[in-house]
């Protein structure tokens, strides 16, 4: 199974400022099947990010993707107050889907 | 618009059984693949199962198989997830979840506000 390890743990950042969250896989994500979720407290995930760098349907241009092999970056610029939620990867190339363990965005 | 609604879960002893059940609307259902995914108590995500949108082909992640089982009814746009022997672990909220297309199974575009199945003797 692919191992998905996502750092930092938290990030505690001031609005306006730029987030960058790293995620890296213990193999090669296939054709760069990786997708990035926002979970917010009390609330299913949602959708951000897909094939690494497309953005999903409604996503804000603030939050893109990138990266490919092994090394996957969230970035989101321009933070606002409404950011502030649990970000996860997955990749979706090779069975079993694994998410990683999730990187906490806090808004000072 | 797309909505998923899970029903089912509920407080139950090790080795128990249920179904769980997700009602979804404003799309075609049957041109779809599905998936459960869960999470436990103050935990990560965990993808669980997926079947295909005809219901022909379905997966599971290893810590499941033999004890889950995913299906489908497409007359009635629904999805089903039956678990049996319930371990401690498996507590957790069930998501179901939207693929994005029939040949994009794991991306998740959609996802139902859960239910919460705990085991607990």
């Known amino acids: 199974e692919i191992v998905l390890t996502q750092s930092p743990g938290t990030l505690s950042l001031s609005p306006g400022e730029r987030a960058t969250l790293s995620c890296r896989a213990s193999?090669?994500?296939?054709?760069?099947?990786l997708a990035w979720y926002q979970q917010k407290p009390g609330q299913a995930p949602r959708l951000l990010i897909y094939?690494?760098?497309t953005r999903a349907t409604g996503i804000s241009d603030r939050f893109s993707g990138s990266g490919s092999g092994t090394d996957f970056t969230l970035t989101i610029s321009r933070l606002e107050p409404e950011d502030s939620a649990v970000y996860y990867c997955?990749?979706?190339?090779?069975?079993?889907?694994?998410f990683g363990q999730g990187t906490k965005v806090e808004i000072k | 618009e797309v909505q998923l609604l899970e029903s089912g879960g509920g407080l139950l002893q090790p080795g128990g059984s249920l179904r769980l059940s997700c009602a979804a609307s404003?799309?075609?259902?049957?041109?779809?693949?599905m998936s459960w995914v869960r999470q436990a108590p103050g935990k990560g995500l965990e993808w669980v199962s997926a079947?295909?949108?005809?219901?022909?082909?379905?997966y599971y992640t290893d810590s499941v198989k033999g004890r889950f089982s995913i299906s489908r009814d497409n007359s009635r746009n629904t999805l089903y997830l039956q678990v049996y022997s319930l371990r401690a672990e498996d507590t957790a909220i069930y998501y179901c979840?939207?693929?994005?297309?029939?040949?994009?199974?794991?991306?998740?575009?959609?996802w139902g506000q859960g239910t919460l199945v705990t085991v607990s003797s």
């Open positions: 193999q090669s994500v296939t054709s760069n099947y």
């Open positions: 079947i295909s949108g005809s219901g022909d082909n379905t």
């Open positions: 979840a939207k693929g994005y297309s029939n040949n994009y199974y794991g991306i998740f575009d959609y």
């Open positions: 997955q990749q979706y190339g090779k069975l079993p889907w694994t």
């Open positions: 094939g690494a760098s």
């Open positions: 404003g799309f075609t259902f049957s041109n779809y693949a």
